[in-house]
């Protein structure tokens, strides 16, 4: 594909890195609101990572105490 007419081959030193293309965007005045929703999608990631760990325990728990008889714990 190289050498096919029409293409030519990407030069990566003449393209801009990450940092040069997300800067600007995170250096304006709506940046807070843009860190304000990276911090709130982090926090839901994480809570319902929690979440989900929590859930998996109280199962376990249940079918631990189900199949050991254990009516105290139910």
């Given at each position: 594909m190289r050498d096919s007419?029409?293409?030519s081959p990407i030069?990566?030193?003449g393209r801009p890195?990450?940092?040069h293309l997300f800067a600007p965007y995170w250096?304006?005045?709506r940046r807070w609101r843009a860190w304000l929703l990276v911090?709130?999608?982090l926090a839901?990631?994480?809570g319902s990572a929690w979440l989900y760990v929590?859930?998996?325990e109280l199962t376990g728990e249940l079918t631990d105490a189900l199949l050991g008889r254990k009516w105290d714990v139910l």
């Open positions: 007419p029409g293409h030069d990566a030193a890195g990450l940092l250096g304006t005045r911090a709130l999608w839901i990631t994480l929590r859930a998996n």
